[in-house]
């Protein structure tokens, strides 16, 4: 009701309401809400951030341009290049690229971001560089948040599948 009533709300505000919107809702719902908290905080990399995964299917260029600026006003924050990281995985399918913004975010995070090591493991399993895509899955498993859990099965079946195909002669 206060952003209806067109209340003032904090950033954080703004984006649990964009969060919750597209959790309970749907993207396409949430987007107006991460509009104005754009809008509204246009130098924040989290609102900006925020807009670009909702936007990044239907706006790719738009999607690209706001990780682009996030970066821009924030470039020692990991997270932000995990989310471009994987925009170019996910969205433009260039793992090559992807891969140097999942190195860069280890490199800032000093190892710690698990959603790095992740990406990292993927690029480099899709580029066919085995051996290095496990020993980023492993990584990330040995560091990842215990939310993260529900992820470990896909992880190991991703590990399970390379260690499979490069012991094929």
């Given at each position: 009701s206060r952003y209806d009533d067109r209340?003032?709300?904090s950033l954080e505000e703004m984006l649990e309401l964009t969060n919750i919107v597209d959790g309970f809702g749907s993207t396409e719902d949430a987007v107006p809400y991460a509009e104005r908290a754009a809008e509204l905080y246009p130098q924040s990399g989290e609102a900006l951030i925020a807009l670009a995964k909702l936007i990044q299917n239907?706006?790719?260029n738009r999607a690209l341009d706001l990780l682009n600026r996030a970066i821009?006003?924030?470039p020692n924050n990991p997270s932000f290049y995990v989310a471009r990281g994987s925009y170019f995985f996910w969205i433009q399918g260039n793992p090559r690229t992807a891969e140097a913004d999942f190195r860069k975010a280890i490199e800032l995070s000093r190892g710690t971001n698990a959603s790095a090591?992740?990406?990292l493991g993927d690029s480099l399993a899709r580029i066919g560089r085995t051996d290095e895509a496990i020993a980023a899955?492993?990584?990330y498993l040995s560091i990842r948040p215990k939310s993260a859990a529900h992820y470990d099965g896909e992880i190991r079946k991703s590990i399970e599948l390379l260690e499979n195909n490069s012991s094929k002669p």
């Open positions: 209340q003032s709300m239907e706006q790719r821009s006003f924030e090591w992740a990406g899955y492993r990584h």
